[in-house]
């Protein structure tokens, strides 16, 4: 049997509850204000963010007032548009350029921390006023520490299914806190 529940209780050992805290209140913060929250992710991590932006807008429903929760991830055609025009590195700067406004919050989510389109997603997110998230996983790459909030799994590089379990899991506690 291999040591795949060892190293997901490890890793989850290392996720920084005070973060998962911080990320709540800045869901919940967007949601009383109304901004717009924007959610990306490659590979399992785009569904991920597709998952998150369906809990945030189905499940968080408070007297009428849900998180205006939006996965960048979801619509193929604007992607491989992008990708094919412009080049892969801009199918989520180019999407926020059109629907972002100052104020609004973006969530990367990324293992690696270093996927060349959430970086530049990132980088002009806070250069336009975004405030920046980012879920990242083995060291945390160049998101950890660009982005305004890091919420980090500590695991072994090339760990995927670990970090994106725990990715899920923390959306999944965001959603849920968002309820209470």
């Not at 945030?56 to 491989?80: E, H, K, M, Y």
């Not at 892969?88 to 293992?111: C, E, K, M, N, P």
């Not at 250069?127 to 520490?145: M, N």
């Amino acid at each position: 049997m291999n040591d795949y529940w060892q190293r997901l209780k490890n890793a989850l050992g290392s996720v920084d509850d005070f973060a998962i805290e911080a990320l709540t209140g800045k869901v919940a913060d967007a949601r009383s204000s109304g901004v717009r929250l924007w959610l990306i992710g490659n590979g399992g991590s785009a569904t991920t963010a597709d998952h998150f932006a369906t809990d945030l807008l189905r499940c968080t429903d408070i007297n009428g007032a849900p998180v205006r929760a939006t996965s960048l991830c979801s619509n193929q055609g604007v992607i491989t548009a992008t990708a094919n025009d412009f080049e892969y590195q801009h199918v989520f700067t180019r999407q926020l350029q059109t629907f972002a406004s100052a104020g609004d919050v973006l969530v990367s989510i990324s293992a690696s921390g270093n996927s060349p389109n959430i970086v530049d997603a990132v980088k002009w997110s806070k250069a336009h006023s975004i405030f920046t998230v980012a879920l990242t996983g083995f060291d945390g790459g160049t998101l950890r520490t660009l982005a305004d909030l890091s919420v980090h799994v500590a695991s072994a590089v090339g760990d995927y299914g670990v970090v994106e379990d725990i990715h899920l899991s923390i959306c999944h506690v965001v959603a849920e806190n968002l309820r209470i």
